[in-house]
């Protein structure tokens, strides 16, 4: 200690000169790694530039503008073959709004007809009937020529999925949305997707997008993904989403045991252990229960939402309208 007081000096600057040593080899560790990423950097670019470099062919050649030819031809020939897979969207020779109003009426009259006999519950407006979107449509007098072929291609679409949802014999349908094709069609606008119809650029052909809403059980589910497969227009499944739902699609929440609409019961031939599970034969369930070393049937309803692309080679009218820019795809 006495040393320390006679050469407080020295001591200080020992001292600081130690934490600057310190200070230093902090600074050059960091300056070292911060190096040694920028070499690793460094060493795959040129890796990336050397592949380049090294890659054939390298620069136009009559090879390759042939191998380049080659391709733009097999290019053609896929397009070919593929085009016919595409339905083509069929149109009223002569359409106008009367047409269009006429075809209106008659799909909707038509699915409704096709829901009534399969047992199907469709939704109820507080104003009008059910018109699969096209509730505004049915008000409206007059249309834009450029709206006509789109709301055209629509309606057909919408046809298509609904043959298949309603041959599958789902419970009830909830709602479809679609696309909107002009400034006057938002009304209202629970029928409509925040989407964009588009146009495939190697093939030509029109992307619409769809969602529906509906309730049914697993095996009807079943039966409307094979469907949709198996349709005549190319149903492309996007997204599909599935919640516990009640039979008579009134809430997602799960089923009440009350809650199996009769005319499901009499779809279905409900025997007595089925119809206790919905609240119909309770003592009769009780009195006769699965038989020993029989899988109990333990199916619930479900409430599914899809969002589907429909696939269609377009009339030049409707290819026209939807070919604009920013919605190639």
Same mark, same amino acid.
């Given at each position: 200690?006495p040393w320390?007081?006679?050469?407080?000096?020295f001591?200080?600057?020992?001292?600081?000169?130690?934490?600057?040593?310190?200070?230093?080899?902090?600074?050059?560790?960091?300056?070292v790694?911060?190096a040694?990423?920028?070499?690793?950097?460094?060493?795959?670019?040129?890796?990336?530039?050397?592949?380049?470099?090294?890659?054939?062919?390298?620069?136009?050649?009559?090879?390759?503008?042939?191998?380049?030819?080659?391709?733009?031809?097999?290019?053609?020939?896929?397009?070919?073959s593929v085009?016919?897979?595409?339905?083509?969207?069929?149109?009223p020779?002569?359409?106008?709004?009367?047409?269009?109003?006429?075809?209106?009426?008659?799909t909707v009259?038509s699915?409704?007809?096709?829901?009534?006999?399969?047992?199907?519950?469709?939704?109820?407006?507080?104003?009008?009937?059910?018109?699969f979107?096209f509730?505004?449509?049915?008000?409206?007098?007059?249309?834009?020529?450029?709206?006509?072929?789109?709301?055209?291609?629509?309606?057909?679409?919408?046809?298509?999925?609904?043959?298949?949802?309603?041959? *599958?014999?789902?419970?009830n349908?909830? *709602?479809?949305?679609?696309v909107?094709?002009?400034?006057?069609d938002?009304?209202?606008?629970?029928?409509y997707?925040?989407?964009?119809?588009s146009?495939?650029?190697?093939?030509?052909?029109?992307?619409?997008?769809?969602?529906?809403?509906?309730?049914?059980f697993?095996?009807?589910?079943?039966?409307?993904?094979?469907?949709?497969?198996?349709?005549?227009?190319?149903?492309?499944?996007?997204?599909?989403?599935?919640? &516990?739902?009640?039979?008579?699609?009134?809430?997602? *929440?799960?089923?009440?045991?009350?809650?199996?609409?009769?005319?499901?019961?009499?779809r279905?031939?409900?025997?007595?252990?089925?119809?206790?599970?919905?609240?119909?034969?309770?003592?009769?369930?009780?009195?006769?229960?699965?038989?020993?070393g029989?899988?109990?049937?333990?199916?619930?309803?479900?409430?599914?939402?899809?969002?589907?692309?429909?696939v269609?080679?377009?009339?030049?009218?409707?290819?026209?309208?939807?070919?604009?820019p920013? &919605?190639?795809?």
């Amino acid at each position: 200690m006495p040393w320390i007081k006679r050469n407080v000096p020295f001591v200080v600057g020992l001292a600081v000169a130690i934490a600057l040593l310190g200070a230093g080899v902090f600074y050059l560790l960091g300056k070292v790694a911060a190096a040694n990423a920028a070499r690793e950097e460094l060493a795959s670019e040129n890796a990336k530039l050397t592949e380049l470099v090294d890659r054939k062919p390298a620069a136009p050649t009559e090879d390759n503008i042939k191998a380049a030819g080659a391709q733009q031809e097999q290019l053609k020939e896929f397009k070919a073959s593929v085009r016919p897979l595409f339905k083509v969207t069929p149109l009223p020779e002569a359409l106008d709004d009367a047409a269009f109003k006429n075809l209106l009426d008659r799909t909707v009259d038509s699915l409704e007809k096709l829901a009534d006999r399969n047992g199907v519950k469709l939704p109820k407006p507080a104003e009008g009937k059910f018109a699969f979107t096209f509730e505004g449509q049915k008000k409206q007098l007059e249309f834009t020529a450029k709206s006509l072929p789109l709301l055209t291609v629509q309606l057909l679409d919408i046809q298509d999925i609904c043959h298949v949802l309603f041959n *599958a014999k789902i419970h009830n349908l909830e *709602a479809i949305r679609r696309v909107s094709v002009g400034t006057n069609d938002v009304n209202p606008p629970a029928n409509y997707l925040a989407k964009k119809q588009s146009t495939n650029s190697v093939t030509g052909a029109a992307i619409q997008p769809y969602e529906v809403i509906f309730h049914c059980f697993s095996a009807e589910l079943g039966s409307v993904l094979a469907g949709l497969v198996n349709a005549d227009p190319v149903l492309v499944v996007k997204s599909i989403n599935v919640e &516990r739902g009640s039979t008579d699609g009134t809430s997602t *929440a799960a089923a009440s045991p009350m809650g199996m609409n009769p005319s499901l019961a009499s779809r279905y031939g409900m025997p007595p252990g089925m119809a206790n599970r919905y609240g119909m034969g309770a003592a009769a369930a009780v009195a006769s229960g699965p038989k020993p070393g029989e899988a109990p049937l333990d199916d619930k309803p479900i409430r599914v939402t899809l969002n589907i692309d429909v696939v269609k080679l377009p009339p030049e009218a409707a290819k026209a309208a939807l070919s604009k820019p920013g &919605r190639k795809g």
